[in-house]
Structure formats: structure tokens, C-alpha cells
């Protein structure tokens, strides 16, 4: 969906560099996720932000952090990257209102 | 504990109905159900979301019984292209959780 677009879209790293993900929106909508799916695995929540000063960790939030810089922008660091956090990302929104979430194109992260 | 299971995956034929069934425990009463589809290397796209009974859009049914422990998507008369992964969504809101599926591949046969 080009309302929510994710930069970069590809990305080979070396484990231990910090590196941020980051995902804008134009949709207007007030919650922002950060999921990661593993090859042939289902979706899991990596954090979540339902307002600008709202942020929630969600299942597996270990190794990252999160920063809500406006309404339409929510970026994903990994601090010090490993390669067991080599994985597809994909970001959303929804305006909460019935949980329909739209979701960005996704970014690949490769860390060696 | 909020869970979400479907069956990991489903084959079936052009011209086809195809049912897909999501179990989801201790849902509450204002919690919707989503359904999404997703083709490789694409994110998630929305195809149908439903609260009780049946909704029907363009593309599918959903039917909710009346416990809404479990919910169906319907996919009518399915293509080559409907082949894809197929997740529901139910958003816990009394436990402040969003819970994916562990997605169901649909593989659709000539």
C-alpha cells in the first residue's frame, strides 16, 4: 500500500552495527506497529505505539527500540545487530477504531 | 491466555469453495475479527473483518458463530492466483494484544 512506505527495502548489515528502520505513513491513522516475520513463519509484534506518546513492547521487543517522531513516522533500531535478527519487517497502521491494519511493503534485513 | 490457531495449510481446485477456520479462545465481546492475505515478499493485505454472523464483501464471507470462539473465511470459486498465506487477526482488547495467526498456505490447483 503506497500509504505506508518503508525505507530502506533491503539491507545487509555486520553483526554489532546499530541500524534503524524507518516507516511513514500518509494515511492519517494514529497506531503504528513494527513486525517481524522469519522465512515461512507467521507475523509477530514487535512493538506497537497507539499515540505519539504511547509506546508498548509487544511479544519479542528484546534487542530492539522504537521512536515515534511524529503522528506519520515510526522508526525501529536494532541497538547492536545479530544474525538471528535476519528477517522480513514490515510496518502498519490503523486508525484503532476497528483494527484494520495496512501494512508497508516490508524491508529485508540481513545481518552477516 | 489469548491464542490464535488455524491449520498451517490447505490445497484445493480451481472453481473450488475454500473454508478456512480460525479458533481464537476467550475473545471478548468488543473484539473484531480480521482476516489477511499475503503473496511472498509482500506485506499483508486486507480482505475481510467481521464482529458476529456473517459479512460478505466482494471477495469472501466470514461467519462468526455465536460463541465467536471460531470464525471461517469463505473464499468462493478460487483461482490460481488466491494461492497465498492467509492469516486472521483478533484484537485482544482486554488484554491490550494484537495476536496474528500462524498463517494458513493456500495452494490452489489447475
Known sequence: DADVTQTPRNRITKTGKRIMLECSQTKGHDRMYWYRQDPGLGLQLIYYSFDVKDINKGEISDGYSVSRQAQAKFSLSLESAIPNQTALYFCATSDGKVETQYFGPGTRLLVL | ?110
Not at chain 2, 473450488?16 to 515478499?41: K, L, M
Open chain 2, 1 to 110: 491466555l489469548a491464542k490464535t490457531t488455524q491449520p498451517i495449510s490447505m490445497d484445493s481446485y480451481e472453481g473450488q469453495e475454500v473454508n478456512i477456520t480460525c479458533s481464537h479462545n476467550n475473545i471478548a465481546t468488543n473484539d473484531y475479527i480480521t482476516w489477511y492475505q499475503q503473496f511472498p515478499s509482500q506485506g499483508p493485505r486486507f480482505i475481510i473483518q467481521g464482529y458476529k454472523t456473517k459479512v460478505t464483501n466482494e471477495v469472501a464471507s466470514l461467519f462468526i458463530p455465536a460463541d465467536r470462539k471460531s470464525s471461517t473465511l469463505s473464499l468462493p470459486r478460487v483461482s490460481l492466483s488466491d494461492t497465498a498465506v492467509y492469516y486472521c487477526l483478533v484484537a485482544y482488547s482486554s488484554a491490550s494484544k494484537i495476536i496474528f495467526g500462524s498463517g494458513t498456505r493456500l495452494s490452489i490447483r489447475p
